[in-house]
Every structure is written in C-alpha cells, then in structure tokens.
C-alpha cells in the first residue's frame, strides 16, 4: 500500500478519489485552501463511505503560493493532483484561472521531485484535448491537442491546455526521473457528496429544478465522477501508464435532450420539471444578445465533439458506467441530500 498526496480534497472528483483511495487500502493527505473547509470535505467522505476518513492528513495549500506543499508531499509515493480552478462563470481577467492551473501544477510537480515521489497523476481535461478546433466530425484521442487560439475557447478550457502543457514541458526538461501521467475526463457527472458540488453539476440542478425550461441544442460527453476517480487510481500505479496520457469519457457524446429524457424516465416525479421540449438554436443566439449567461452557450449550439475511451479500457482495463447511468446518479444524489428545493 502506498501513500498518496490528493490535491483539492474539498472538491467533487477529489473527495471521490480520496475515498477509493482509502477502500483501496492506502494513506492520504489531502490540501484544502483553507482548514476551515476541512469538516465539511470530511463529511462528504462520510457520505461517500470512505473507510478511516479520520486517518486523512489535512494540509492548507493553495495553488498561487509556494506555501504548504512540501509538507504536503512528504512521504507520498504518488501525487494525484486533481486542484485546479473550475469557475461556473467567466473570470473577469482570463489570468484568474490560467495562473492558478499553470503556476500551481508547476509548484506540485517541483515539491514532488524535491520529495522523490515516483509518479505524479495530473487531473487535465478534454479541454485540453478537443477544443479549438471548429466544426469536425473527426473522434478525438490522446493525440489531439486544443488549439488555444482556435474559435470557442474560453479562458477555463485554456487553463487546463497551458497547465498541461507547462506539465510535459517540465517533466521532459527538468523532470529528473519524476513520472508524469494525465487524465483527461470530459463533463464529470455522477453522485454529488455535499451542497458544494462541481459547476458541471449545475446542468442536472438547472433541470431538476425548472431552471431549464426548455433543452438547448448542446452534446456533451460525460464520465462518472466514480469512473473518473477509479482510472486516477489505475494511472497511479501501471507501469505502462508513465508518460501517457488518457481519456476519460463513458461513450458517445449525450444530448441536453437526452439527459432530460432519461431523468424523466428514471426519477418519475422528481424528474417532473426536466425539459420535454428544445430550445431552437436561432432563438438562444437572439436572446444571448441580451443574456450574459446566454452568449457562454451560444458556441457550443450544435457543436458534437466525439472522443475515444479505447486507450484506457485497453491499457489500463478500464470500463465506465453509461451516459444514462451517470446523469441519473447526480440527480438521485441531489434529490437524496435534499440539494434540489430550489
Ligand atoms: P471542484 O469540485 O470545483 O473542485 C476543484 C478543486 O480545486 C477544489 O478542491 C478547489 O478548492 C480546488 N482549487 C481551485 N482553485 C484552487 C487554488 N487556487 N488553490 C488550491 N486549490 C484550488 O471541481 P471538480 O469537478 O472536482 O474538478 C476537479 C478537477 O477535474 C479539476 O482539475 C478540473 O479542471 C477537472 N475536470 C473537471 C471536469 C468536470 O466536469 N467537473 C471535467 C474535466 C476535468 P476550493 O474548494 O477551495 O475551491
């Protein structure tokens, strides 16, 4: 069994990971920006069922200082860094979010040499990965890289492509023997563990609750936030992961449609305010005119954006829950903890 730096143990994929890690047998620390948000990361533990939660050692480090992380990384065999800014709205300056991602992972990867930790598992993104690219029926894979000058890029999707980058750039030049692999989940879905989930969650919130009244013609790829912590887990320890980088997204591509239609057919009536109908795309780029929140959308209208899961099932024996599956545990989990009364 090892021990395992989490970054980011108060979010939505790095709770999960924490947990899997601790069934899995192994130690963990985690950092938090501030202690102040430990008990209730603790508590989505508890809600996730994470065996000796109490055993979590709990560092205060945040990404735009060199402050906390070499006590963060003493001791770990492996670095699972999962933090990284993942705002729900733009930033008013794009540097918000680029800088934290770029200039934190630099500061994690550094205190994991210095510390002589084996491998360092970077949480990227498909936006690192699909985007920039304009209209192309073309499936995505490990190949592929955003083009951060290209159309619809905003400034979260180019933090995630720059701290990536920044990341190979430093392991291949100064790297000195440290392990680098990156997992790039597309939309995380899945059970929510507290009322402070992810943004990607407000999609189900939105239609749970009537904020959604009608489907925007948007596809998104998903992936189980359990799915996405389990291949984190399955890149942390196969040898043949070092270097490689993996997608990690349940099939093709899933409407907004469809996701309301499968919220329907599987919560019934706490299902009843999901959209039954969709939105044209000429009427949303209207009224994005006069929308802030709107314009966000407007280029992802009609936009598909296929990917390939081959790598890591192949490589690395991975096999995530469906679409469906996933959509409907966020929702289940957000009816359960009472997270949808308005
Ligand atoms: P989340 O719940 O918002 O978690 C983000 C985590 O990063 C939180 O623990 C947050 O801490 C931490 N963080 C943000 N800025 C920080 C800073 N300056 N210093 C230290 N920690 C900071 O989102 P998530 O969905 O779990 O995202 C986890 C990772 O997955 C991120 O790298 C994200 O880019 C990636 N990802 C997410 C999705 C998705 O659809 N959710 C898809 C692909 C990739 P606080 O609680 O203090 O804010």
Known sequence: MAHVLVTGGTGFLGSHTIAQLLTAGHTVTTTVRSLTRRSGAERMLAEAGAPHADGVSWVEADLTSDRGWDRAVAGADYVLHVASPFPGARPKNEDEVIVPARDGALRVLRAARAAGVRRVVLTSSFAAVG???????????????????????SAYVKSKAVAERAAWDFVGSEGDGLELTVVNPVGIFGPVLGPDYSASVRIIHAMLTGGMRAAPPIWTNTVDVRDAADLHLRAMTAPEAAGQRYLALAGEPISFQQIALALRARLGEAAAEAPTGSAPAWLLRLLAVVSPALRETVPQLGVVRRASHAKARKELDWSPRSNEDAVVATAESLVRLGLVSG
Do not use: I
Not at 131 to 153: L, S
């Open 131 to 153: 985007y920039g690219h304009g209209a192309t029926g073309r499936r995505f894979d490990e190949d592929d890289w955003t083009r951060t000058d290209g159309p619809g890029v």
